[in-house]
């Protein structure tokens, strides 16, 4: 298809790993990316990766891409309350003029 | 003070009205792109403009028009308010070329704070 798919939501406890999924389309696409959105604010980039990468690690971030797949996730580490937000997956197409197409997001919860 | 930075953050209007929305950004940034984003569909893209003269239709431009006043200027305009542009709107901006690894162009996007537009 043509979108790019995430869960919606996702709940965890605090101090548990919280893992969120995307599923992309172009499998040309340079970059992908997450981004954060807390409430009442924009987007801000939370870390990113080259396709010719397997796995990214910053902190408590990792990211793991599967090319063959087309399947992108962030991982948290010890997950706190602060990281409650809404986390957008998304992709630089070719067949888009270079743009941005993001997925639905998931929001993420974290539960005391 | 924001970087790029959104007016009115809040607007209420009556379907039919004319609305402008407007986007300043102070990062020197070529690229800048209103998005709309509504509940699990994520953010669409409704026009870019790469420069001062080039404007381009997003996926989403029927009942939006756009004005690149400056470089540092981009305003999206709502014709004729109808409550389905019920919605929050993005303004964003990005610099070709700004990654410093991996080669070609990261093109991070920097977003303003959006604005919250009801249409009754």
């Known amino acids: 298809g043509e979108d790019v798919e995430q869960s919606l939501f996702l709940s965890v406890r605090e101090g548990d790993s919280s893992v969120i999924n995307c599923t992309y389309t172009?499998?040309?696409?340079?970059?992908l990316y997450w981004y954060k959105q807390e409430p009442g604010a924009g987007l801000q980039l939370l870390t990113y990766?080259?396709?010719?990468?397997d796995m990214k690690q910053d902190q408590r971030l990792t990211v793991l891409l599967n090319k063959k797949d087309k399947h992108l996730s962030l991982r948290i580490a010890d997950t706190q309350t602060g990281d409650s937000a809404i986390y957008f997956c998304?992709?630089?197409?070719?067949?888009?003029?270079?743009?941005?197409?993001f997925g639905p997001g998931t929001r993420l919860s974290v539960l005391p | 003070d924001a970087d790029v930075t959104q007016t009115p953050r809040n607007r209420i209007t009556k379907t039919g009205k004319r609305i402008m929305l407007e986007c300043s950004q102070t990062?020197?940034?070529?690229?800048m792109y209103w998005y709309r984003q509504d509940p699990g569909l994520g953010l669409r893209l409704i026009y870019y403009?790469?420069?001062?003269?080039d404007i381009n239709k997003g996926e989403i431009s029927d009942g939006y028009s756009v004005s690149r006043q400056a470089q540092a200027k981009f305003s999206l305009s709502l014709e004729s308010a109808i409550p389905n542009q019920t919605a929050l709107y993005f303004c964003?901006?990005?610099?070709w070329g700004s990654g410093t690894s991996g080669g070609a162009d990261r093109d991070e996007q920097f977003f303003g704070p959006g604005t919250r537009l009801t249409v009754l």
């Open positions: 990766i080259f396709s010719n990468m």
């Open positions: 998304a992709e630089k197409r070719r067949n888009h003029g270079q743009n941005f197409v």
């Open positions: 403009s790469f420069d001062v003269k």
């Open positions: 964003a901006t990005s610099d």
């Open positions: 990062k020197g940034h070529d690229r």
């Open positions: 172009d499998s040309s696409s340079t970059y």
